[in-house]
């Protein structure tokens, strides 16, 4: 099965409309050090569609993870700084603008969108606790080793369903307040205070607190079923250090999967993993995507990895998007020079005697930078162009149809930063050849 099949079998299988959940819209962060001012993003754009898998892929230092964590706020400011941008988050409210019709402002969506970048300290809890999950790149250092895997799964159902357990476990109405509410949304978590574990254990709570026990297990046990961890009961009293990289990872996603969030934020998340696994927890996400509905963004450096379970794919170098667009028209289809690279230094199963060719040189230094292509100082393929200004996002589309070199608007167009838009088929067959990255001098290097 070609690549376009996969993507198109997996479309059908979701049988999903488009519709748009978030949109990255010039996002800039910079960092102010002794040295000069850090551009660590400047001017990413890309886009997430409800129940689809996106890509952020590039080397490291590219400004992947710093990107998907100011989807929840986790980068300090200071020292960071967004002095730029928006990262939009479509919310339930009706659009104000146009009633729930469908307008530029809600992207055609009907529902008003949230810029999550100013958002308060009350309004991005709600965010992370219900609406983006994250699972970080080490699941070790993420879980708490002081902790069973019960416990830490279980806090986070307790967070999450408090009420609908306390109703399936048969406790009046009336005697569900708010104090009894909060006391068994924190029930497995050490912050539990002393006098709370005291009101836990006395009437009317106590009567129900095996059968609260016996309710929250039961969904530890699922949850930790659906990530396809082999008899997960038997794990429930071990610790962190005791499981596996691959069943550290599994709790991880577990915990992030219980808030039935919209977005779940994989960072990096087959890390240290070998292939047999990586390959597992890939598919697992890819399964959960289609139980839960959930759309995902994976982090990483492997672009022939995210091609396997990716619908779409944003290829980052020097804090800005090089390429984007559908994962089959980046890979059959690819109009960018960075990305040829890249496609050039990962091997394939169809090629005998491959001789992989790496891109010459190291990224840029991210501070102070002038005004030209990020990667010019690495491409074969740089004209007078790239010195003067980073290139615009083409519309690969045009380009191929008849030469144009024409901004895109449509925000599920196959796009490219690079001023040879219009030289492509020659740019595609000459980036196969070694001599072309190694040989080369660069015009107005």
């Known amino acids: 099965m070609t690549m376009s099949q996969q993507t198109d079998a997996r479309s059908t299988e979701r049988n999903r409309e488009e519709s748009l959940l978030a949109t990255v819209e010039d996002l800039q962060l910079y960092f102010d050090t002794e040295r000069g001012t850090v551009k660590a993003l400047d001017g990413v754009s890309f886009?997430?569609?409800?129940?689809?898998?996106?890509?952020?892929?590039?080397?490291?230092?590219?400004?992947?993870?710093?990107?998907?964590?100011?989807?929840?706020?986790?980068?300090?400011?200071?020292?960071?700084?967004?002095p730029g941008g928006r990262i939009m988050l479509k919310s339930d409210r009706t659009c104000e603008a146009?009633?729930?019709?469908?307008?530029?402002?809600?992207?055609?969506?009907?529902?008003?969108?949230?810029?999550?970048?100013?958002?308060?300290a009350s309004e991005m809890h709600t965010v992370r606790s219900s609406r983006i999950a994250m699972v970080f790149q080490d699941p070790e250092q993420a879980l708490n080793p002081s902790m069973t895997v019960k416990s830490q799964v279980a806090e986070s159902v307790?967070?999450?369903?408090?009420?609908?357990?306390?109703?399936?476990?048969?406790?009046?109405?009336?005697?569900?307040?708010?104090?009894?509410?909060?006391?068994?949304?924190?029930?497995?978590?050490?912050?539990?205070?002393?006098?709370?574990?005291?009101?836990?254990?006395?009437?009317?709570?106590?009567?129900?607190?095996?059968?609260?026990?016996?309710?929250?297990?039961?969904?530890?046990?699922?949850?930790?079923e659906d990530t396809q961890i082999p008899n997960p009961e038997e794990i429930l009293s071990q610790y962190p250090h005791e499981l596996s990289g691959g069943q550290q990872q599994r709790v991880m996603i577990a915990i992030a999967l219980v808030a039935e969030p919209d977005l779940l934020i994989a960072d990096e998340?087959?890390?240290?993993?070998?292939?047999?696994?990586?390959?597992?927890?890939?598919?697992?996400?890819?399964?959960?995507?289609?139980?839960?509905?959930?759309?995902?963004?994976?982090?990483?450096?492997?672009?022939?990895?995210?091609?396997?379970?990716?619908?779409?794919m944003a290829v980052m170098y020097g804090g800005k998007v090089m390429e984007s667009g559908r994962t089959e028209d980046i890979f059959e289809e690819t109009a960018n020079p960075y990305t040829?690279?890249?496609?050039?230094?990962?091997?394939?199963?169809?090629?005998?005697?491959?001789?992989?060719?790496?891109?010459?040189?190291?990224?840029p230094t991210l501070r102070d930078p002038d005004e030209g292509c990020r990667f010019r100082e690495r491409c074969p393929f740089a004209v007078e162009e790239c010195h003067a200004a980073h290139p615009p996002m083409y519309d690969v589309a045009a380009a191929d149809a008849d030469g144009r070199a024409v901004e895109a608007t449509d925000r599920r167009a196959h796009t490219t930063a690079c001023y040879r838009i219009d030289d492509l088929?020659?740019?595609?067959?000459?980036?196969?050849?070694?001599?072309?990255?190694?040989?080369?001098?660069?015009?107005?290097?």
């Open 47 to 82: 886009n997430i569609f409800e129940q689809e898998t996106v890509a952020l892929v590039g080397e490291t230092g590219c400004g992947k993870s710093i990107t998907a964590r100011s989807f929840t706020q986790l980068v300090p400011t200071p020292p960071g700084r967004y």
């Open 425 to 445: 088929e020659q740019l595609r067959t000459d980036a196969l050849n070694e001599s072309t990255w190694t040989d080369q001098t660069i015009e107005n290097r």
């Open 158 to 224: 307790l967070v999450h369903h408090a009420e609908e357990i306390l109703e399936e476990a048969g406790v009046p109405a009336e005697k569900t307040g708010p104090l009894a509410t909060r006391i068994f949304r924190k029930y497995a978590s050490p912050e539990l205070a002393r006098v709370e574990r005291v009101l836990a254990g006395i009437p009317p709570l106590r009567k129900y607190r095996d059968q609260i026990d016996d309710l929250v297990r039961e969904r530890v046990v699922d949850i930790l």
């Open 269 to 312: 998340p087959t890390t240290a993993l070998d292939v047999i696994i990586q390959d597992r927890i890939l598919e697992e996400l890819e399964a959960l995507q289609e139980e839960f509905g959930v759309s995902i963004l994976v982090i990483s450096h492997d672009i022939s990895v995210m091609a396997e379970i990716c619908d779409r």
């Open 98 to 120: 146009c009633a729930g019709d469908g307008c530029g402002q809600c992207h055609g969506t009907g529902k008003a969108f949230d810029n999550l970048l100013e958002m308060n």
């Open 340 to 363: 040829l690279g890249l496609k050039n230094s990962f091997p394939t199963i169809t090629s005998k005697d491959q001789d992989l060719v790496s891109i010459p040189g190291t990224p």
